[in-house]
């Protein structure tokens, strides 16, 4: 069954895409991607499909009758319809020609698809075909019609060869025509690899990239060719989430590190494409996680189409970013205090206003909500009450574990929308190695009162994360004598990833519980650590300020709260101080369970956790560290290295 993007196609489309989309999905083999009308430099193919056995092939569709014909040639068809009466259109083996040449312009500006050198040097690695299909014809159609004088009948698709209700339909006929057609201009000899494949998507859908390494293209035999490395793109089920949930309610499901952001972001920015007149309104709880969302949408809306009309001028240093279009990224009560210019203790007032349509508010065409757990149910009936209701484009997306403010949930109730048959769930987490995963998972079903995954309804099911199967280094578990000792460990550790692992400061990270708890102050023995090691650094959660000028780019070691770090993610996180956790002053253990969760789950490849006093999850840590199992030596081992 082939990849879908997106995975259902829209109700209007004409009954031949529709028929041509059910084959293409059920017929063919699963590490084939069939895209259905993708928007290409501003151009839209019917179809695009892209398998590593034979390349990339684009299919123009028609459902056209015998009698809409009229005059044919090669380059222009003249139609007859009861609408327009006589229309000349472009010959959609033309058009498919067109397409198929605008994509292979595009990659053939990437040096990684291209020969290097000998007889194809600048061509693709990998074919790239094109042809029609004429859904309302028969293959006898062709030569009563005249048809085959115009279209060239090996690139020409008609009903009997897409129709699996046909008696004359053959699976492996439609399989070896789609392969024949994209491989007219030269075999593929090596199949494509997810590499190849994932700069194709990289290059021809700007909405799924992610980074990528890249050097300044130099002018080579007429061409400019970009080198790229290190792609990293949206998953194909990401990548269909962020296509497909345009239309009213929707409610993604996800993990910690399973990209929820990155869709919601990308969701916004393929709105804003397609009604640039729209207000759309980006709302999250974290004052950090928001700036982090503008910066993402900044660099989505900023970023051209093309990597080659990037200005190389400066180097690779960042460029300054400033817009974000008609998209407004803000967190809940910094929107209630500058936007609506209300207070949160009026919030129920203002409800029963607009239900009476006795108040005017400002009103958004699509609302995302990011980090939706952390969400009161009157914020959600608030929004939701300003949301236009000709468009009701409205993304809710949350991960329930990690949960840290105990809100209780009813979606229908507080927002009015009913998101049965409307939710998907990621749950592979891409951001955290398998280890990293492994352990954070295991430590919060051993303290989570869920005890893991219970429940089928929609309202209460917590998801269980599987690895992406990125490995890496065990996390560290560090016992010490007291918290100064905590401290210079950590800053030794910081040194050491920055000097002999090349790690940015900016990508290590150190959280705690607390700021001070009886005497101790532990921002200023974790301050003194660093200084003493020479490490420049910024405090986070200092102040409302520290966290609205965050510079997440800034070559400084970032110090935080757990709760402010909702949504970040670094190379290298340290979590000082475990044994002020579960904090005593907290009546609620599952959010201290989800808090250190969140903590864990911010670390990319290495992650450690010191401790120097007791409490049940040093206990719990205690008994890991003692454990003969080899991965938890492994652990203790790579942290103290």
Request: aromatic share 10%; charged share 30%.
């Amino acid at each position: 069954m082939a990849f879908m993007i997106p995975e259902s196609i829209r109700t209007s489309a004409t009954a031949g895409e529709r028929l041509l989309f059910r084959t293409m999905k059920t017929v063919l083999p699963d590490d084939v991607i069939v895209y259905y009308e993708p928007e290409i430099r501003g151009r839209r193919p019917d179809f695009v499909i892209i398998g590593p056995d034979f390349g990339l092939l684009v299919l123009e569709v028609k459902d056209y009758t015998k009698s809409t014909l009229h005059e044919l040639n090669p380059d222009q068809w003249t139609l007859l319809t009861s609408q327009d009466g006589r229309r000349i259109v472009p010959s959609p083996m033309l058009q498919a020609r067109k397409y198929m040449f605008l994509i292979k312009e595009a990659l053939e500006r990437d040096a990684g698809l291209v020969h290097a050198e000998g007889k194809y040097e600048n061509r693709l690695k990998f074919p790239c075909g094109y042809g029609t299909v004429l859904t309302r014809m028969h293959t006898d159609d062709l030569l009563r019609l005249g048809l085959d004088r115009v279209l060239e009948p090996c690139q020409t698709f008609v009903r009997d060869e897409i129709d699996p209700d046909h008696p004359n339909f053959s699976e492996e006929l439609f399989i070896e025509k789609i392969y024949s057609i994209a491989g007219m201009a030269f075999p593929l000899r090596d199949p494509l690899g997810r590499r190849e494949i994932d700069a194709i998507r990289y290059h021809l859908f700007p909405e799924v990239r992610i980074s990528a390494e890249y050097r300044e293209p130099a002018v080579h035999q007429d061409q400019m060719l970009l080198s790229l490395k290190d792609i990293k793109a949206m998953d194909l089920h990401q990548e269909s989430l962020a296509k497909q949930i345009g239309d009213k309610n929707r409610l993604i499901r996800g993990v910690a590190g399973s990209g929820k952001t990155l869709i919601l972001a990308s969701r916004a920015k393929l709105l804003m494409k397609e009604h640039p007149d729209w207000k759309i309104l980006i709302l999250c709880y974290n004052i950090s996680l928001s700036r982090t969302i503008a910066a993402m949408v900044r660099r989505m809306v900023n970023e051209p189409d093309s990597l080659f009309d990037f200005d190389f001028s400066e180097g690779e240093k960042e460029r300054n970013l400033p817009d974000t279009g008609n998209i407004e990224v803000r967190n809940f009560h910094e929107w209630l205090k500058f936007d609506l210019k209300i207070k949160e203790e009026q919030i129920s007032y203002y409800i029963g206003k607009l239900n009476r349509k006795e108040a005017i508010l400002k009103r958004y065409d699509a609302i995302l909500i990011d980090e939706g757990q952390d969400f009161e149910p009157e914020w959600f009936t608030l929004v939701s009450r300003l949301l236009n209701p000709e468009t009701k484009s409205f993304l809710l997306v949350e991960d329930r574990a990690q949960s840290i403010y105990k809100r209780k949930r009813s979606y229908i109730q507080d927002t009015g929308f009913d998101f049965r048959g409307r939710s998907k769930v990621l749950n592979i987490n891409y951001r955290n190695t398998e280890q990293i995963v492994s352990f954070a998972w295991d430590f919060y079903r051993a303290h989570s009162e869920v005890r893991g995954v219970v429940g089928k309804q929609l309202d209460g099911e917590i998801i269980a994360p599987l690895s992406s199967k990125r490995k890496g280094y065990a996390p560290g578990l560090i016992r010490a004598k007291n918290f100064g000792q905590e401290a210079a460990f950590v800053a030794r550790q910081i040194r050491l990833l920055h000097t002999q692992r090349s790690i940015p400061l900016s990508g290590m990270l150190i959280l705690y519980r607390v700021r001070r708890w009886g005497s101790t102050d532990y921002v200023a023995e974790l301050v003194r650590a660093l200084e003493t090691e020479g490490l420049p650094f910024y405090w986070l959660a200092e102040s409302p300020d520290s966290k609205r000028n965050y510079d997440r780019d800034g070559e400084k070691v970032t110090i935080s709260t757990i709760d402010s770090s909702k949504g970040l993610d670094f190379r290298a996180v340290f979590v000082v101080n475990i044994d002020n956790m579960p904090l005593p002053l907290e009546k609620d253990p599952e959010r201290e369970a989800s808090l250190l969760y969140i903590a864990m789950t911010r670390a990319q490849e290495y992650l450690c956790l010191t401790y120097s006093g007791h409490s049940v999850y040093t206990n719990y840590f205690d008994r890991l560290r003692k454990s003969p199992e080899p991965e938890h030596e492994k652990a203790e081992n790579n942290a103290s290295s």
